[in-house]
């Protein structure tokens, strides 16, 4: 069975550029959730979806912040326009029932310049 | 609000030796569980090992055992028999068993295993 799936596991950009992140769960996974790290710093909790419903958005930073999930199979993170201070790994995480393990991908690390 | 502190950011241990991981969390409720994530480099994070709060018995997983101190609000993982392969960042998460089931991390401790 494959695992979470992320894409791209690199990204560099500039300032005031589009990024898109994606995320594929692990087949079968209605929860999809998603994480950033920032270097030196913990984990932090950025949003859950249900299938293709936002269970809970509030550790989005602001509105330059977009995540998607059509169809309730894979997620994209949109960041537009990026800020140097979204640099960091972002993470993305499934699990079959709400209270279930959350199984990781390996994350796509984004530097912003 | 919950919060989790690993107040070590690097530790080496020999190998074949034993090493622990400290990691302390601040909660008001009752009911939760605490992890501990491993993440080698440039590879995906794993769950090392899973206690629920309500539970005594200190969870083990083959070489991986917790101390699981909840008046204390502590939950240092043991690393037996160190091999070059735990080599990696090690992070401890808390998540409620109702509500909301976020994961809340530390900030990890990258564990470097010395041959």
């Known amino acids: 069975e494959a695992g979470v799936t992320q894409f791209p596991s690199h990204s560099v950009i500039e300032k005031g550029q589009t990024v898109t992140l994606r995320c594929d769960p692990i087949?079968?996974?209605?929860?999809l959730y998603w994480y950033r790290r920032v270097m030196g710093k913990e984990i932090k909790f950025l949003l859950h979806?249900?299938?293709?419903?936002?269970?809970?958005e509030s550790g989005m930073p602001n509105n330059r912040f977009l995540a998607e999930r059509t169809g309730g199979t894979y997620s994209t993170l949109k960041v537009q326009p990026a800020e140097l201070e979204d640099s960091g790994v972002y993470f993305c995480?499934?699990?079959?029932?709400?209270?279930?393990?959350?199984?990781f991908g390996p994350g796509t690390r984004l530097l912003v310049l | 609000a919950q919060t989790v502190t690993q107040s070590q950011p690097e530790m080496s241990v020999q190998e074949a030796e034993t090493v622990t991981l400290s990691c302390t969390y601040d909660?008001?409720?009752?009911?939760?569980?605490l992890f501990w994530y491993k993440q080698p480099p440039s590879r995906q994070m794993i769950l090392v090992i899973r206690?629920?709060?309500?539970?005594?018995q200190n969870a083990t997983e083959n070489r991986f055992s917790v101390n699981f101190q909840k008046a204390a609000k502590s939950f240092s993982l043991k690393i037996s028999d160190s091999q070059l392969g735990d080599a990696a960042m090690y992070f401890c998460?808390?998540?409620?068993?109702?509500?909301?089931?976020?994961?809340?991390f530390g900030t990890g401790t990258r564990l470097t295993i010395i041959p």
């Open positions: 998460a808390y998540r409620l068993n109702f509500g909301n089931e976020k994961l809340t």
């Open positions: 087949s079968g996974h209605d929860n």
């Open positions: 909660t008001s409720e009752s009911d939760y569980y």
């Open positions: 979806f249900v299938k293709e419903s936002k269970q809970d």
């Open positions: 206690q629920e709060a309500y539970k005594q």
């Open positions: 995480a499934s699990s079959q029932d709400r209270w279930e393990t959350q199984y």
